[in-house]
């Protein structure tokens, strides 16, 4: 009876793998006038650091992905600390000129088609003194900063 159990399952599962069921009213159509071509949308990278802490003075080159950027947008910019209104986003454009954004700036959006080769954050926190040496003093740095990379 076992025997006869699986010769049974082997011959019935064997038989409904051979079937074909033949598709019809499908026609293969060249209709090139209904095609719709996607362009897919350009990716967007994000550079940022929350509350940052550094003490004197500190340069934190951002990573860029790809050769440079492009449509380059400074959502947020902010430091603490002692004179860190002298902190300051540099940005060196493909053609050597340098742009500086300073604490305090927000959704500020460079021109599209400018595209950056060096994004450095630079933090300054120190108590000046005019005799003596600068003594550093403790800030944080906030920043993003959102871009297109060119690859």
């Given at each position: 009876?076992?025997?006869?159990?699986?010769t049974a399952?082997?011959?019935?599962?064997?038989?409904?793998?051979?079937?074909?069921?033949?598709?019809?009213?499908?026609?293969?159509?060249?209709?090139?006038?209904?095609?719709v071509s996607?362009?897919?949308?350009?990716?967007?990278?994000?550079?940022?650091?929350?509350?940052?802490?550094?003490?004197?003075?500190?340069?934190?080159?951002?990573?860029?992905?790809?050769?440079?950027?492009?449509?380059?947008?400074?959502?947020?910019?902010?430091?603490?600390?002692?004179?860190?209104?002298?902190?300051?986003?540099?940005?060196?454009?493909?053609?050597?000129?340098?742009?500086?954004?300073?604490?305090?700036?927000?959704?500020?959006?460079?021109?599209?088609?400018?595209?950056?080769?060096?994004?450095?954050?630079?933090g300054y926190?120190?108590?000046?003194?005019?005799?003596?040496?600068?003594?550093?003093?403790?800030?944080?740095?906030?920043?993003?900063?959102?871009?297109?990379?060119?690859?």
């Open positions: 009876m076992f025997i006869f159990v699986i399952y082997m011959l019935f599962s064997g038989t409904e793998k051979s079937f074909t069921i033949p598709e019809n009213g499908v026609a293969d159509t060249d209709n090139t006038a209904n095609m996607i362009t897919p949308l350009p990716s967007l990278r994000i550079i940022r650091g929350t509350e940052v802490p550094f003490e004197g003075k500190i340069e934190l080159r951002q990573a860029i992905a790809g050769r440079a950027a492009q449509d380059i947008s400074v959502v947020n910019f902010q430091a603490t600390g002692e004179h860190a209104e002298k902190s300051v986003i540099k940005i060196v454009w493909e053609n050597g000129e340098v742009e500086k954004v300073y604490p305090g700036t927000k959704n500020k959006k460079f021109i599209a088609n400018k595209r950056a080769v060096e994004i450095v954050v630079m926190s120190m108590h000046e003194r005019r005799l003596f040496k600068d003594s550093s003093r403790k800030g944080t740095l906030t920043w993003e900063i959102r871009y297109e990379p060119i690859e």
